[in-house]
């Protein structure tokens, strides 16, 4: 199964409301990113948090890390109709700078 | 604006054609990435390289498939023949190994489609 799986696969919110996202792993890892993909385009890095960090803030970005439980979590506050998006994370296991990717959260975002 | 680019964007083709998508990494990024997206399987791995040197290339099937780095500013990825079960979106993505932030950086992608 995957190295990094994510949790809901989909999430509708109404604009102005937070979303969370999670992002569940396996075996030990050298850092954690999350990935944003518009319908159509590149994924697009979002933040990156080190396996001895356990949170990190970028803008409207929080994003913890807690390496007990394997597990991450994003949350963007005061969702935008903009921040409608699929989601990843990707997990390094510090092995030829190789990621792998979750399968994607679907984020939409009600105006 | 540095960015990666693949060319072509969009390819239409018939069962049993050679196609090739191109990337070009940004100027100065060592390692090169190629991607499959799907539906059903989501983003895949194909195949990478550091300094154009292919290091793994075990996600790609090895009959059709193959990978080269002819110079720094350029990736090929090849399907010789192709098949409808190759239609998929194919990203390249190039980034810098060496630094603790290894962020990757993508291109926007080849959308196949093998009839």
């Known amino acids: 199964s995957q190295q990094g799986e994510e949790d809901p696969q989909a999430l509708s919110i109404q604009e102005g409301e937070n979303a969370t996202m999670n992002c569940s792993y396996k075996?030990?890892?050298?850092?954690l990113q999350w990935y944003r993909q518009n319908s159509g385009r590149g994924l697009v890095h979002l933040i990156l948090?080190?396996?001895?960090?356990r949170e990190k803030h970028s803008g409207r970005l929080r994003v913890t890390l807690d390496t007990s439980k394997k597990s991450s979590s994003l949350l963007i506050t005061a969702s935008r109709a903009a921040d409608t998006a699929s989601y990843f994370c990707a997990t390094d296991l510090g092995a030829n700078s190789k990621l792998t990717f979750g399968k994607g959260i679907t984020l939409s975002v009600r105006p | 604006d540095a960015r990666v680019t693949q060319t072509p964007r969009h390819k239409v083709t018939e069962m049993g054609q050679e196609v090739t998508m191109r990337c070009q990494p940004i100027l100065g990024h060592n390692t090169v990435f190629w991607y499959r997206q799907t539906m059903m399987q989501g983003l895949e791995l194909l195949a990478y390289?550091?300094?154009?040197?292919?290091?793994?290339d075990s996600g790609m099937p090895k009959d059709r498939f193959s990978a080269e780095m002819p110079d720094a500013t350029l990736a090929t990825l090849k399907i010789q023949p192709s098949e409808p079960r190759d239609s998929a979106v194919y990203f390249c993505?190039?980034?810098?190994?060496?630094?603790?932030?290894?962020?990757?950086?993508f291109g926007p992608g080849t959308r196949l489609t093998v009839l």
């Open positions: 390289f550091r300094n154009r040197a292919p290091l793994d």
């Open positions: 075996t030990s890892i050298n850092n």
């Open positions: 948090i080190r396996s001895n960090e």
């Open positions: 993505a190039s980034g810098w190994a060496g630094t603790v932030n290894n962020e990757q950086f």
